[in-house]
């Protein structure tokens, strides 16, 4: 678990949450899974070892681990549980985005000439390839009859 540090911002090797300094002043940062408190470097820091306190799926010693994220999140003004429901939020949000990048479910159907109408109802071969996903193994579009359907 290491922290790397430039001017504007603080990110980890083992987590996608930064810290990013404020554009209006050079004292205050943001943690992205806190993002409405203005914290000072220092809180930042103890937001992101946080981060990797809880990111850690085999700590050497639980207990400790659980007692320094909850000496860290007293650091940030807020709770260990605060913190845990905020990141597992966040983490849920992302595997949702992962998930839809390849959901590809175009409605309505066009034709040929993308044209929606009474030929979306019917669409061609070569409408129902999808020329949007053509190529991409990942597409899981589903036929007409089908889409919207869960």
Known sequence: MALAFTTWLITSDV??????????SEQDWELSWLPDRKLTFEQAVSGM????ILSDPAPADGEI??????????????TLREVVVRLS???AQRDMLRSQE??????????????AG???????AAATAHSHCLGSRQCR??????????
């Not at 070892?49 to 990797?52: I, S, T």
């Not at 390849?102 to 044209?115: F, K, R």
């Not at 009474?118 to 061609?124: E, F, Q, T, Y």
């Open 15 to 24: 987590t996608p949450e930064i810290a990013l300094r404020s554009t209006t």
């Open 49 to 52: 070892v946080l981060d990797e």
């Open 65 to 78: 681990a659980l007692e320094l994220a909850a000496i860290r999140a007293g650091e940030l003004g807020t």
């Open 89 to 91: 939020i966040r983490v």
């Open 102 to 115: 390849n959901l590809c479910i175009p409605t309505p159907h066009s034709d040929v000439n993308g044209a």
């Open 118 to 124: 009474p030929a979306a109802a019917m669409p061609s």
């Open 141 to 150: 579009c589903r036929p007409p009859a089908t889409a919207g359907r869960a």
